[in-house]
């Protein structure tokens, strides 16, 4: 995967936006936001989970959004690379906790 910083987060915005794209299969650990994270699907095909809920499919064009320190994941499908802007609000209540990795089990749990 791949993460382009598109805006830096600072004291005055206290936000934080980038560009994240996976490749077929990639996907990222279990993590949660302190002030959650709004994901803009802008190309291809990925999947989005909810610790204990199941994966849902997301297309370009989607918007997910990630409630404040709910566990979850997100990457792209087994046939196709998934491309998404992320938008963290309210960071200085913090950016991201990051937890294990996603095993194939789960990944393949569609």
């Known amino acids: 995967a791949w993460n382009k910083s598109l805006v830096a987060d600072d004291s ?12 077929v299969g990639a996907r990222s650990n279990w993590h949660s936001h302190p002030a959650g994270q709004i994901l803009l ?15 849902e499919i997301i297309r370009k064009g989607d918007v997910v959004k990630c409630p404040p320190d709910v566990i ?5 499908s087994r046939d196709s690379s998934m491309t998404h802007i992320y938008i963290v609000p309210n960071t200085e209540k913090g950016i991201v906790k990051w937890m294990e990795a996603v095993t194939d089990e789960e990944y393949r749990n569609l």
Do not use: L
């Open 12 to 23: 005055i915005f206290t936000t934080s936006v980038g560009s994240v794209t996976f490749e």
């Open 41 to 55: 699907v802008t190309d291809g095909v990925g999947y989005h989970q909810i610790k204990g809920e199941p994966i």
């Open 72 to 76: 979850h994941w997100h990457g792209a």
